[in-house]
């Protein structure tokens, strides 16, 4: 009888984004050469600064995001602003009526980005007086509908709970020594808004519109194997290109999809503790798990999902990677076994 095969342990390893991403990689002045791209024509975003919704029980939706780990920073009848402990002066910002997405929110460098948006998309600047940091707003539209909302003005605030790092042993290295581990239970803080995901279904159109409108690249371009065994580009994750400053992975996703819908969004937290104490704590409190606790491919976060009350979906993660203008394009296959290296198994539906 053939001895059995011994398997081979896991390991986990850092590498570099140029061996990361492989064989199949382009950098993003020969992508945005080959595509006819002037980043001097494109409104510049800085950051991913707050998610707006919509929702119909304002009291529900308000005790949910408390066991997310956000704070109440500002409520009227109507509306509601959220905060996490970053800069920002709401990560959520949620309005009273019937279920709706209202859009991310990116903070731009100048008015004149507002006005070359509203120029744009035929929006109108409107100034958030009643909202914290204030600052002038405008909302325009993607070809499908999904409103994009562009910010100038608003102020940072301070962080109100600066994380403190725990320090990890190794079993070689030990730096920790007489100091011990201890951890209260409750949610999950939020520090910021990382990123949220449309699925569309005019990946081409929608693509063209955010990549040359907005100073928003590609990080992975993922593609199924058509039957004449051409590459069809099937989804997206994009950063906002800041030059030579380290930005997330991603900070949009997009899919194609028999309909157009919001996906999620995703709002980091500190480490994986953190993490798993607010899946627990979440558990407990009976809200609906969608996927998770698990470590993605793409991204490398660790990733926790959850429905809202409304019925939105909506992300915890920690420890995600970091890009730069010199970090490659990344292009790979697309399926559920490209989207976690461990973790509970991926529902079926997760991408409809």
Not at 24 to 31: G, M, R
Request: aromatic letters at 12%; hydrophobic letters at 35%; one cysteine or more.
């Amino acid at each position: 009888m053939a001895e059995a095969a011994v398997p081979e342990p896991n390991y986990g390893f850092t590498v570099s984004d140029l061996e990361a991403m492989g064989p199949e990689q382009q950098s993003v002045t020969d992508w945005e050469a080959k595509n006819d791209i002037d980043p001097s024509k494109q409104i510049k975003l800085v950051r991913l600064t707050h998610m707006r919704y919509q929702h119909p029980d304002l009291d529900k939706i308000t005790e949910f995001l408390q066991d997310f780990g956000m704070s109440v920073v500002k409520r009227t009848d109507t509306e509601i602003w959220y905060r996490g402990y970053g800069p920002d002066p709401y990560v959520y910002y949620a309005v009273k009526g019937p279920k709706k997405f209202l859009g991310g929110t990116f903070l731009v460098e100048s008015y004149q980005d507002l006005e070359r948006a509203a120029a744009l998309g035929g929006g109108e600047i409107t100034e958030l007086s009643d909202a914290p940091g204030k600052g002038h707003l405008v909302t325009i539209f993607d070809p499908e509908g999904f409103p994009v909302n562009l910010l100038h003005g608003q102020g940072d605030v301070p962080s109100q709970v600066p994380a403190v790092k725990s320090v990890t042993n190794y079993e070689l290295e030990k730096p920790r020594v007489r100091e011990f581990l201890r951890f209260k239970p409750g949610p999950a803080a939020v520090h910021k808004l990382g990123h949220y995901g449309l699925c569309v279904q005019d990946f081409q159109g929608q693509m063209d519109f955010y990549l040359r409108n907005f100073n928003l690249v590609p990080t992975d371009f993922l593609h199924v194997e058509e039957p004449d065994q051409s590459k069809k580009v099937v989804a997206l994750f994009a950063h906002i290109n800041r030059g030579d400053e380290f930005v997330d992975h991603h900070t949009f996703f997009m899919s194609t999809n028999k309909t157009s819908h919001v996906h999620h969004c995703s709002f980091e937290v500190h480490d994986y503790d953190t993490q798993m104490l607010g899946h627990q704590w979440l558990a407990q409190k009976k809200y609906d798990s969608v996927w998770g606790v698990g470590r993605h491919i793409l991204g490398s976060q660790v990733f926790d999902y959850w429905w809202d009350p409304t019925g939105n979906m909506i992300e915890h993660y920690a420890d995600g990677d970091q890009v730069n203008k010199h970090t490659p394009i990344g292009y790979s296959p697309a399926g559920d076994e490209a989207l976690a290296v461990w973790g509970p198994e991926v529902p079926k539906w997760f991408l409809d």
